[in-house]
DNA sequence: ACTTGCATGTAAGTGGTTACATGATTGG
DNA sequence: CCAATCATGTAACCACTTACATGCAAGT
């Protein structure tokens, strides 16, 4: 979805900032995987509060710049549930390394080998933090739910390129000659 | 990646038109699923030909409008695997049902049923799809690889979603009273 | 008569990202 | 002294989508 819903689905659990909401995104508890930069969550802020969506507060703090803690309002939560409850749009995956893996007959294995490393341990990596985040908090049930899936999916997603990433390597070019050059 | 890299890499496999890229990313044998319109694969191969990326010869046809028939030069190929060669995108993954999933709890048991159905049938389509295509075609070993990747992450999805479905309804919001409408 | 499929293309709009601007504080 | 973290925001740019414009032929 649009920015717009993800603060507005962020700030019904609670109140939040800009920088924060941005954080949650990118390194964050997004179980659903989504990002988000500063220049799209700052302006999509601004306009729910126009919109009276949300309300906001400047807190002070010592030592750190002061904060703008969005709050959403009665109007916010049921523009929300509206939002939720209209047709989804479709669910999208786009993955670069496959359109690479698709073409490794032309590619040098070394560079083969180095981006299904590089897959890999972005899967691993992605897998560990849905472990982590299971075993960490006493979240709510449907959220549980939520990360279970995305558990279940990494965790082939991770094993099926562990276990056939070799495969891919053995179909790129011969290295070209690593030997005669020195 | 983007729309051009997206054109040069079925040009690479063989001649094709604007419609028929836009055909193949849509309903398309495109394993590692992208979309494209043709508002964007059109200004695309235009400026590919600009660039010296692809030639294109008109080719009338009977009964059918004429149709624009576009090739790989050598300097496409290579500009395609330099690309290839570049640090990769991330992959990214975008799910407004887990979204709608993390707040089944506010929305009537009725929709969240029905969202759940329709996301079922959409990963086994795209599973069966992907079954097909392994059957069908004397596809080459890369694509193979691609292919049984892409089965293996929507096998699990399908099968976590068809076993764990009816956990996520019991979440939902008892439904608001139907017998007593009438 | 109307819709669907084939086929190409443009213009306007959208929904973002990247980079910049600012500034205080803490830690190496 | 420099980098990083916290914190907010804007402006320029980008890729892509949607809707429009055109037109012919075959099927219903």
Redesign the pocket.
């Known amino acids: ?6 603060c507005l689905s962020i700030l019904y659990e609670g109140e939040s ?7 949650l995104c990118v390194e964050g508890e997004c179980a659903y995987f ?13 306009k729910l509060e126009d919109e009276g969506m949300v309300t ?1 507060r ?2 002070p ?10 709050s959403i309002t009665a109007a916010g939560r049921q523009a929300f549930a509206a939002q939720l409850a209209e047709p989804l749009g479709e669910d999208l995956f786009r993955s670069p390394f496959l359109l690479f893996a698709r073409y490794v007959h032309i590619l040098p294995r070394e560079l083969v080998a180095q981006r299904a490393q590089e897959f890999l341990d972005r899967m691993t990596e992605k897998h560990r933090h849905l472990e982590e985040a299971m075993a960490e908090r006493g979240s709510n049930a449907s959220d549980t739910w939520v990360i279970n899936f995305g558990r279940a999916v990494m965790g082939v997603a991770q094993q099926h390129v562990q276990t056939h990433m070799h495969e891919l390597i053995d179909l790129a070019l011969a290295e070209p000659n690593k030997d005669a050059a020195e």
Chains 1, 2 share one sequence.
């Open positions: 979805m649009n920015v717009r819903t993800l900032t800009g920088y924060e909401i941005r954080r989504i990002e988000a930069s500063y220049g799209s969550i700052y302006p999509a802020l601004a906001s400047v807190e703090q010592n030592g750190k710049p002061a904060k703008k803690v969005y």
